[in-house]
């Protein structure tokens, strides 16, 4: 009997130690596979060959007009005020607008907005809105949802998994550089 219960726990050691064996084996491929990855991903986009790069150039401005115009006839407009300059801005069409529209039913939405990274001012609305995450490459004028708590204008250029909320009309940088100034600001938002 004891030979039995001896040779079942020699059994049950065995079979552990084989099992850690292959788990590591497996962490250690898994660690593997996420530095390739890793690595591939954080390639530069210069790396692109030239004439891909060449058919993104000339795509893109012609995508980026397109929307625009697109966003323009469809959307609702917003007056984005930063002091005593009032900034038209065209609202996109998501879950995460009808919320933030919700947010202003009763009237403005006056945010304390902070500056991040030298691109953008963002401020948090005390309320997680849907999220409608795309990946973008912004650029000065828009205005988005991150996280789906902060709202956020851009007076700079950044990529990111980001909400589109809206896109402030013809603005150029200087001016939104000029009007958002280089630290905390308070803006208001109304619908027209």
Do not use: H
Not at 68 to 83: A, D, I, P
Not at 94 to 107: I, Y
Not at 121 to 128: E, I, R, S
Not at 133 to 151: A, K, P, S, V, W
């Amino acid at each position: 009997m004891k030979k039995l219960i001896y040779t079942a726990l020699f059994l049950a050691v065995l079979f552990m130690v084989t099992a850690c064996g292959d788990s590591k084996d497996k962490e250690e491929r898994n660690t593997d596979k996420e530095s390739e990855i890793s690595t591939v991903s954080s390639k530069q986009p210069d790396e692109e060959p030239e004439k891909l790069k060449a058919a993104k150039t000339e795509t893109q401005p012609a995508e980026s007009a397109r929307e625009s115009t697109q966003q323009e006839e469809t959307g609702m407009k917003m007056k984005v005020q930063v002091g005593d300059t009032v900034f038209t801005a065209t609202l996109a069409e998501n879950s995460s607008v009808d919320a933030l529209k919700e947010l202003m039913a009763d009237g403005s939405l006056t945010l304390n907005m902070s500056d991040y990274a030298n691109m953008e001012k963002g401020a948090d609305l005390g309320v997680t809105l849907p999220q409608n995450n795309e990946q973008m490459n912004t650029q000065t004028g828009d205005i988005i949802l991150y996280q789906g708590r902060t709202f956020v204008i851009y007076y700079d250029t950044n990529s990111w998994s980001l909400t589109p909320i809206g896109k402030i009309d013809n603005v150029d940088a200087e001016e939104l550089r000029e009007a958002l100034g280089t630290g905390d600001v308070t803006v208001t938002l109304s619908l027209e």
